[in-house]
């Protein structure tokens, strides 16, 4: 059992804002530097540690209690009426499963950050070394919160990092409530919620008349708080609808484009093979009567080529288009000066016919508008 006659009660000077500028570092990483750091002499100094390292692992801000367990338990429920709040301990566990899950995913969360901010004194900790756990203890003590240790002690340390939602009936301390480290965003919303929400109703049961309209209105708090909240995970989720539908699209796009490539280069081929059906044979080396052709191509690429003296002209357009490079994008010239396009001579004209010599080279060039 907890007695505060005994105690001044603090005003929450102390319980910073998340606004309030603190020195920003940078962000999720040195996932092994310690919450707790050795040597600080004050809980303050302690505690402004706490925040920095905090952040710097996972990456968003996360304001604490500035105090000890003992004056952040007086913050929670020694203040008048409307004031008091429940305590939220945030037990950290470094080498479990959720270890850096929880902190920068769920409890760093814009809607349970909102929350734990407005309605509950948020107070840290860590137990990842034996050395602090007993800290705990001793803190726990101090702020008269023995049994608390002991039941957070039995607590499955698997299940670390917590949010243990801490009340004070009637001067007994006690837990109403446990987030472990693989609740979801959702559940821990649910979780702090229902638990305000017993806080209100068992504060507004007290014979203080203060109380006569204090439940409905932090009823209505709180609604407005889980609408707000509500409001925006909807948002979020449309803005993460949209993002996906356009990235659909552009996969779909990418995807289309990809096939008409693939389909047109099909064709292209095919293409190639047909025209290169319809060409005459090479004749040999040993045959009188031809004409050897030096084809230089785009890319640098040459090919030689001979074609019988009596062959008709058009057939080096064939060719050029059996190698890929089709007449209605790219210009043939031979190598005369100023040189001519193929296109200007008669196509069914044979080389014989139009006096070309016996060695000719022809150039194939892109065409260009």
């Not at 302690?46 to 004056?71: Q, T």
């Not at 900790?125 to 039995?154: G, N």
Request: hydrophobic content about 35%.
């Amino acid at each position: 059992m907890s007695d505060y006659s005994d105690y001044e009660f603090n005003n929450d000077s102390d319980y910073c804002d998340f606004e309030e500028e603190m020195d920003c570092l940078p962000g999720p990483v040195d996932s092994g530097l310690p919450l707790i750091m050795e040597g600080l002499d004050s809980m303050r100094d302690i505690v402004e540690n706490y925040e920095a390292v905090f952040e710097r692992r996972f990456g968003k801000p996360m304001r604490f209690f500035r105090g000890s367990l003992r004056e952040a338990n007086n913050v929670a429920f020694k203040a008048a009426g409307i004031n008091k709040k429940p305590l939220a301990l945030y037990i950290h566990k470094d080498g479990n499963k959720c270890s850096n899950d929880f902190p920068s995913k769920v409890l760093t969360n814009k809607a349970v950050a909102d929350i734990v901010k407005s309605q509950f004194v948020l107070w840290g900790w860590d137990i990842s070394s034996v050395l602090h756990k007993a800290q705990l203890e001793e803190l726990m003590a101090e702020a008269s919160m023995r049994r608390i240790f002991r039941e957070i002690e039995e607590m499955n340390e698997s299940e670390f990092p917590k949010l243990v939602i801490v009340t004070a009936p009637k001067w007994v301390h006690r837990i109403d409530a446990v987030v472990n480290g693989d609740y979801s965003v959702d559940s821990t919303k649910t979780v702090l919620l229902n638990s305000l929400e017993a806080f209100v109703d068992e504060r507004s049961a007290s014979p203080n008349p203060v109380f006569t309209s204090e439940r409905d209105y932090l009823l209505q708090e709180q609604q407005k708080e889980y609408e707000r909240a509500l409001a925006e995970d909807r948002a979020k989720e449309e803005e993460k609808r949209k993002k996906e539908e356009e990235e659909r699209k552009r996969i779909e796009e990418e995807e289309r484009l990809e096939r008409e490539r693939v389909e047109e280069e099909r064709r292209k081929v095919e293409e190639a093979e047909r025209k290169r059906q319809t060409l005459p044979e090479e004749p040999s080396l040993s045959e009188s009567n031809v004409i050897a052709l030096r084809l230089r191509l785009p890319g640098g690429d040459q090919l030689n080529r001979r074609f019988r003296y009596t062959e008709k002209i058009g057939f080096v357009s064939v060719l050029v288009e059996s190698l890929g490079f089709p007449i209605s994008t790219f210009d043939v010239f031979n190598s005369d000066r100023p040189r001519k396009n193929l296109a200007v001579f008669d196509q069914e004209a044979s080389f014989e016919a139009l006096k070309w010599p016996k060695r000719e080279i022809i150039i194939v060039e892109e065409k260009f508008d």
